[in-house]
C-alpha cells in the first residue's frame, strides 16, 4: 500500500501550537495507478484539544492524530509511514487494518 495523494481540506491555525487540521488521504496498492481508497483524517494541536475539553470530558475517535506543533512534512511522514506497514496480500484487509487509523469514506 503507498499513499497517493494526501490534501488538507481545513485549516484552522492560530499559531504552530493552537490548530486544528482535517483532511484525505487517497491509498491504493503500489502497482496501480488509480486504484485507490479515500480517507479522512483530523490533526489537532494539545493546546487546541485541551482547551475543547470540558470537566469530566472522553474523547474516543478515529482518525485523529495529536501533535505539539504544526508541521505539515511530519504529519505526512507519520501517515506513510502507518499506510506503508499495511502489507496484507489482499487489498482490503490493506484497507480494514488502515480503518483503525483513518476514516474509510467509501464503505
Known amino acids: 500500500m503507498e499513499v497517493k495523494a494526501i490534501n488538507y481540506l481545513h485549516k484552522e491555525l492560530i499559531d504552530d501550537e493552537d490548530f486544528v ?46 501533535s505539539k ?9 507519520k501517515i506513510k509511514s502507518i499506510v506503508s506497514g499495511s502489507k496484507h496480500i489482499d487489498d482490503e484487509d490493506n484497507y480494514i487494518e488502515l480503518s483503525s487509523y483513518f476514516r474509510r469514506m467509501n464503505l
Open 21 to 66: 487540521v482535517s483532511g484525505e488521504i487517497y491509498i491504493g496498492p503500489e502497482n496501480e495507478t488509480y486504484v485507490y481508497e479515500v480517507f479522512e483524517f483530523n490533526v489537532i494541536s494539545i493546546k487546541r484539544l485541551y482547551s475543547n475539553f470540558e470537566d469530566n470530558a472522553v474523547m474516543l475517535n478515529r482518525g485523529w492524530m495529536i
Open 69 to 77: 506543533k504544526f508541521d505539515e512534512s511530519l504529519i505526512e511522514a
